[in-house]
């Protein structure tokens, strides 16, 4: 099993950036495609974006496409998400998560962190 912790969030304007965390220990996450997801107060949770185990293909959701960019590195075991040009409909709780499909596009996750918050103000 592997367990995820994010980290990165907080209070941010909006035009502005974060980068969220996410570090992995249990096992190596070289062997999972990986993915961040958020989820906003009466929304359901929505994946935002997803790399492939190699991390030589990417997916994201449109709304974020050219704002945010999902990347990992497998020798430190950590995943990342770079925010730019938040808006405040970003605002939610962010997760990533492990696959244990090797796509970019997560369809089956099965070990989640406890999350981050990121608010945006406008």
């Known amino acids: 099993q592997v367990q995820l912790v994010e980290s990165g969030g907080g209070l941010v304007q909006a035009g502005g950036s974060l980068r969220l965390s996410c570090a992995a220990s249990?096992?190596?996450?070289?062997?999972?495609?990986m993915g961040w997801f958020r989820q906003a107060p009466g929304k359901e949770r929505e994946l935002v974006a997803g790399?492939?185990?190699?991390?030589?293909?990417?997916f994201y959701v449109d709304s974020v496409k050219g704002r945010f960019t999902i990347s990992r590195d497998n020798a430190k075991n950590m995943v990342y998400l770079q925010m730019n040009s938040l808006k405040p409909e970003d605002t939610a709780v962010y997760y990533c998560?492990?696959?244990?499909?090797?796509?970019?596009?997560?369809?089956?996750?099965?070990?989640w962190g406890q999350g981050t918050q990121v608010t945006v103000s406008s």
């Open positions: 998560a492990a696959d244990r499909n090797h796509g970019a596009y997560i369809t089956t996750p099965f070990s």
């Open positions: 249990g096992r190596t996450l070289s062997s999972y495609a």
């Open positions: 790399i492939s185990w190699s991390g030589g293909n990417t």
